[in-house]
């Protein structure tokens, strides 16, 4: 079995077997082909807006001799795929615009979709609400440390919960575990916030406003 990124291990300990995956993003298809060799039932969709990365994950996907069990496809987002394809869709390592674009313009391709898995490296507060707003709840979600880098990994599921501002903004599930990279991030969270701060002009009122809101939230945690 090919081994994955620390960050790629995690996403993919949230996949399912019997599972009808799509990968959007694929980039070149590792994700897809240690998920297809994991699991014997599962039915794999790896896509990509970029043809060049799509053909690097045709040629790894031909090396690892799973033509069969990988179904490639070119295009962007869920304009890839019939809602009676998936009932997965997994996201990594895009921003978190992009993400919230991506599923909310092809909202009715998610009419199946019971998970949702998701790495994004950008404005988690937004993207948590977002996701919940279409219809999803929080299952579970994990910091992995990858490269020195501090990644966050969610699961989101089918089905309604309410969540306040703190625990859209720090994750309900990671503030429950309150582990050592938890306490990392948002210690590295405060300080860039507090620079962010200084460097902001009186003229900006509400982004002023929302940073201090938030730096108020993470100094509440010490």
Known sequence: ??????????????????????????????????????????????????ENALNCAINNIKKTNLENR???????????????????????????????????????????????VIQSNTDLYFLR??????????????????????YTVIKFSKGKKKYNYKELYLG???MKKNDSLFKRKNE??????????GNITNGHYLYRKKIKRNIKILESLK
């Open 1 to 50: 079995m090919n081994k994955l990124s620390p960050r790629l291990n995690a996403v993919a300990n949230f996949i399912e077997d019997s599972s009808k995956v799509i990968d959007i993003g694929c980039d070149h298809g590792l994700l897809s082909i240690y998920l297809a060799n994991k699991y014997s039932n599962i039915k794999i969709i790896a896509s990509d807006v970029n």
């Open 70 to 116: 990988i179904d490639v496809r070119l295009g962007k987002g869920l304009d890839v795929v019939d809602p009676n394809e998936i009932d997965t869709v997994v996201i990594a390592g895009m921003g978190t615009n992009t993400i919230v674009g991506i599923l909310k313009y092809d909202r009715d391709k998610l009419i199946n979709v019971k998970n949702i």
């Open 172 to 174: 309900p599930i990671l």
């Open 188 to 197: 590295k969270e405060l300080n860039n916030l507090k620079i962010i701060l």
């Open 129 to 150: 609400k977002n996701i919940i707003s279409i219809g999803y709840y929080i299952e579970d979600e994990v910091l992995i440390l990858d490269k020195n880098i501090i």
